[in-house]
Structures are given as structure tokens and as C-alpha cells.
């Protein structure tokens, strides 16, 4: 990395769980984060919860549920000047209770929205910036997770991700389809079925730029969290036992700290230069506490259901 600036990554869902303890880990290495969030006050009083200093970070507004707002966030990080090194697509809803779908602004269900489409579109639009960075180690890393692969113990819990043939990507995915493979809206498989495709994403990302642009193409799944955020819309007593669950029999526990540090390295550390990769430290946490790249769910290695969902997706979020 260059001496005379810091390396600049941006962070979404920056301002709870995972996505705010890579944040200060990044900043911990002298990295500047750009925070980009939904609500810009919650992100400032968690920054400084977590002790990050004030000039390590900017925090700017996305939601990822609008691709307008991804456009617009695109926009002022340019008007900001800021060089870009590293993207780091973290954010994610999941609403298992959920028993009809919400609605993005564009019509389409909310929850591949925020997780699949709007963060396809973030990674179409700054791969111009992660380009222009004179940084010789350019990253783009996307979040998994386990309940993608219906190989692991998570993803074999019902409902199992099922993209089938991306019927609803296919019909536009408005009203009333609610559902990627164009079936019964189930708000769990939803989330599911967006974390299949952020793989794709990835893949299809290193399959088609990695070679003309020399940018590291790669997810990772840093263990279960099981105190995040990301289950606040979960029943009270599932909030409860679950962290209890992952760390008395499962073994899969992880903090939100260690998580955090572990997508930090991958962003920032040369073992994890390897572009296309699937980072995992194992469901039940090995004992030495080392990564390794899993191999990912059938779906997900899937090339030409990569493929047809690239263009089904870009024809969604209006690439042009």
C-alpha cells in the first residue's frame, strides 16, 4: 500500500454487528472507513462506542433497499475525492416472521433488494473506482454464510435455498411474484436464497474482472454471530437460546469482535490475495482458529446459473 495516504475501503451496514467491528478493525490498521448506513446518527454513536478515533472514518448514507439510493451514494463518495481500495458488502435484513413481502421502492421484495440487488449494483458501479486506485491490492469482499450450502448443518435447516430456474428474476419480479425462483413468498428462504446469489455474485465478479483488472474478487463466512443485529426481527426467546445453542453444542459460536477481525484480514492481509475464493474458519470452529477456502454450495458453483442471474439482475437494477 502506498506510504503518503491511507487506503480507503468502504464498509455497508457499517453501524451494528459484524460490519462495525470491521470497521474498527480496519481503522485499528490505519485504514479510513467509509461507513455507509441507513441512519447516520445510530453509525456516529457507534463508532464512538466502540473507540474508533474521529478522523478514521466518514460516515455516509445508503440503503441498500433503494437503488436509488445506491446511485446516490455512488455520487457523493465520487464528490468526496476519495480514492477507493477496498468494498466490503456486508449488510443484510432478514425477517423470518415476516408472512407477506415488503416492497422496495422499485417494487421489488425487500429482502433480496437489500442483500442481493442493491449491493449487485454497488459492486457494478465502484468497480470503476476500485480500477482508478493506484493501490497495487485492490479488494472486493462480499459476505456469506452458512445457510447458503445445504451441505452444512445450517443450510439444512427447511426451508432449503432454491434458486430453480430464476423464474421471478425472469418476470420482472414485481407483483405479484415475490420470489427469485418465482414461487410461495417464505421470508426465511428469501433471505437464503440472497446469500446463494452474493455467491454468485462474487464468482461471476472474479470471472469476468479479475483478470482485466487485477482486483481480489473474494466472500467469506466468519462464523456464527450469533448475538448480531441481524436477528432483532427474530422471536424474543430464539434471540436468546441461539447464542447459547452455538456455543454450548454446536461449537460454532463467534463474537461479533472476532468476526469483525476476520474480515478485516481478509480485506487487508496478503494470505487472503487470492481472487474467486469462499473464506471459511469452519462451522464448528477449528481448534487452531485458521481459514481455509471452503467449497461453496452446488448452486453457488453453478456457472451458468451465475450467468443467467448476472443478467437477470443487471436487467433489474437497470445497468446500463
Known amino acids: 500500500m502506498e506510504q503518503h495516504r491511507k487506503s480507503t475501503v468502504v464498509i455497508t451496514g457499517a453501524s451494528s454487528g459484524v460490519g462495525l467491528y470491521a470497521a474498527k478493525a480496519l481503522a485499528k490498521r490505519g485504514w479510513h472507513v467509509v461507513m455507509a448506513c441507513r441512519d447516520l446518527a445510530k453509525t456516529q454513536q457507534a463508532a464512538q462506542a466502540v473507540g474508533m478515533p474521529q478522523d478514521s472514518y466518514t460516515i455516509m448514507h445508503i440503503d441498500l433497499g433503494s437503488l436509488e439510493s445506491v446511485r446516490q451514494f455512488v455520487k457523493d463518495f465520487r464528490a468526496s475525492g476519495k480514492p477507493l481500495d477496498a468494498l466490503v458488502c456486508n449488510a443484510a435484513i432478514y425477517m423470518p416472521l415476516l408472512k407477506e413481502p415488503l416492497r422496495s421502492p422499485e417494487g421489488y421484495e425487500l429482502t433480496v433488494t437489500t442483500n442481493h440487488l442493491g449491493h449487485f449494483l454497488l459492486c457494478n458501479l465502484m468497480l470503476e473506482d476500485l480500477r482508478k486506485s493506484h493501490s497495487v491490492d485492490r479488494r472486493l469482499g462480499i459476505l456469506g454464510t452458512v445457510t447458503h450450502n445445504p451441505d452444512e448443518l445450517g443450510g439444512k435447516i427447511p426451508p432449503r435455498p432454491d434458486l430453480g430456474n430464476l423464474d421471478g428474476l425472469a418476470a420482472g419480479f414485481k407483483e405479484p411474484v415475490s420470489m427469485i425462483d418465482g414461487k410461495k413468498f417464505e421470508s426465511v428462504k428469501a433471505y437464503k436464497d ?9 464468482r461471476e465478479l472474479h470471472r469476468r474482472y479479475h483478470q482485466p483488472t487485477g482486483i481480489i474478487f473474494s466472500s467469506l463466512y466468519p462464523g456464527c454471530v450469533a448475538e448480531t443485529p441481524l436477528f432483532r426481527n427474530h422471536y424474543p426467546l430464539f434471540q436468546k437460546l441461539f447464542p447459547l445453542f452455538q456455543k454450548y453444542i454446536t461449537g460454532g459460536y463467534v463474537s461479533q ?21 469462499y473464506w471459511s474458519w469452519g462451522n464448528r470452529q477449528k481448534k487452531d482458529g485458521k481459514s481455509f477456502v471452503q467449497r461453496v454450495s452446488p448452486q453457488a458453483r453453478d456457472d451458468e446459473k451465475g450467468e443467467r442471474m448476472w443478467e437477470l439482475s443487471a436487467k433489474l437494477v437497470e445497468l446500463a
Open 257 to 277: 469482535e472476532l468476526a469483525g477481525e476476520r474480515v478485516a484480514a481478509v480485506v487487508a492481509d496478503p494470505e487472503y490475495k487470492q481472487s474467486g475464493a
Open 194 to 202: 440472497s446469500k446463494v446469489c452474493n455467491v454468485l455474485t462474487m
